[in-house]
T-cell receptor, first 113, second 112 residues
Framework: NAGVTQTPKFQVLKTGQSMTLQCAQD?????MYWYRQDPGMGLRLIYY?????TTDKGEVPNGYNVSRLNKREFSLRLESAAPSQTSVYFC??????WGYGYTFGSGTRLTVV | GENVEQHPSTLSVQEGDSAVIKCTYS??????FPWYKQELGKGPQLIIDIRSNVGEKKDQRIAVTLNKTAKHFSLHITETQPEDSAVYFCAASPQNGNRLAFGKGNQVVVIP
């Protein structure tokens, strides 16, 4: 049982380049989330998808777009990367509704130069 | 929305001693409180959680206590070991929501 799988694990982009971070879960979870983690800032929510077919903005959505491709997959796209988007990105999933913990992926370390 | 704060930001303990991390939350409607452990280079992992109808929960060397009146909950690690060194995140979730609000994390260092 793989849980939450993120690809790639590492990426270096030049300013202005675009890329898509991929996330897939095999636990039949309804909700999926994208977070970024920066030193001293904790985990900040970028976008989430409460269920297949829906997406909503989190705390820091600017510069990002998402797609809930199907129940398993939730991708994060950077259309024009900026140095401020240098971060570690985590995808997570959970059962829908209240009272369920999240399962996190192992993260994507992104550097924008 | 819910605001979760963690204290202290860094905690150093001698191996074998106990460690306690406290979190406070702002939304009295929050009813679910998980704790996550993040080891270096890995994603956060759920280690224990508690719901508001319970005051304390234990799992081997870790325990969580909840004080709903004061709106705080704490993680207790007994007989600390070097492998307990990590960043610990607390979170809270209101009953009518499906998103967790996370604290900023505590760095726990266990000194051999």
């Amino acid at each position: 049982n793989a849980g939450v799988t993120q690809t790639p694990k590492f990426q270096v982009l030049k300013t202005g380049q675009s890329m898509t971070l991929q996330c897939a879960q095999d636990m039949n979870h309804n909700s999926m989330y994208w977070y970024r983690q920066d030193p001293g800032m904790g985990l900040r929510l970028i976008y989430y998808s409460a269920s297949e077919g829906t997406t909503d903005k989190g705390e820091v959505p600017n510069g990002y777009n998402v797609s809930r491709l199907n129940k398993r997959e939730f991708s994060l796209r950077l259309e024009s990367a900026a140095p401020s988007q240098t971060s570690v990105y985590f995808c997570a999933s959970s059962e829908a509704g209240w009272g369920y913990g999240y399962t996190f992926g192992s993260g994507t370390r992104l550097t924008v130069v | 929305g819910e605001n979760v704060e963690q204290h202290p930001s860094t905690l150093s303990v001698q191996e074998g001693d106990s460690a306690v991390i406290k979190c406070t939350y702002s939304d009295s409607a929050s009813n679910y409180f998980p704790w996550y452990k993040q080891e270096l280079g890995k994603g956060p992992q759920l280690i224990i959680d508690i719901r508001s109808n319970v005051g304390e929960k234990k799992d081997q060397r870790i325990a969580v206590t909840l004080n709903k009146t004061a709106k705080h909950f704490s993680l207790h690690i007994t007989e600390t070991q070097p492998e307990d060194s990590a960043v610990y995140f607390c979170a809270a979730s209101p009953q009518n929501g499906n998103r967790l609000a996370f604290g900023k994390g505590n760095q726990v260092v266990v000194i051999p």
